[in-house]
C-alpha cells in the first residue's frame, strides 16, 4: 500500500488524481496550498510514500517546500 500526497490549488485536479488513485488502492491526502501540504509532512501523524505538487500555489511555491523538505527531513 502506497501512500500519497497531493499539493494543488486546482479543485478538479485534486478530485481527478483521487479518483485515478482511488481506482488503484492507493491512498492519496490533499492539501490545497503549499503551507498546508508542508504542516501535513512535517507533522509526522502520516508517513508518505510520494509528494504530488504544484509548481506555483498560494502562500507558499513547491520550490520553497522542497528547500524546507531538505532541513527537516534530512
Known amino acids: 500500500l502506497y ?3 497531493y499539493l494543488s490549488d486546482v479543485t478538479s485536479n ?3 488524481l483521487a479518483m ?5 488502492c492507493i491512498v492519496c ?3 490545497c496550498n503549499g503551507l498546508e501540504g508542508l ?3 512535517l507533522s509526522g501523524l502520516q508517513t508518505f510514500d510520494l509528494i504530488f ?10 520550490k ?5 523538505l531538505y532541513i527537516f527531513l534530512f
Open 39 to 41: 504542516e501535513m509532512v
Open 64 to 68: 520553497s517546500i522542497i528547500k524546507l
Open 29 to 31: 491526502s490533499m492539501a
Open 53 to 62: 505538487m504544484d509548481n506555483s500555489m498560494p502562500i507558499m511555491v513547491s
Open 3 to 5: 501512500i500519497f500526497i
Open 14 to 16: 485534486r478530485r481527478i
Open 20 to 24: 485515478l488513485l482511488r481506482k488503484k
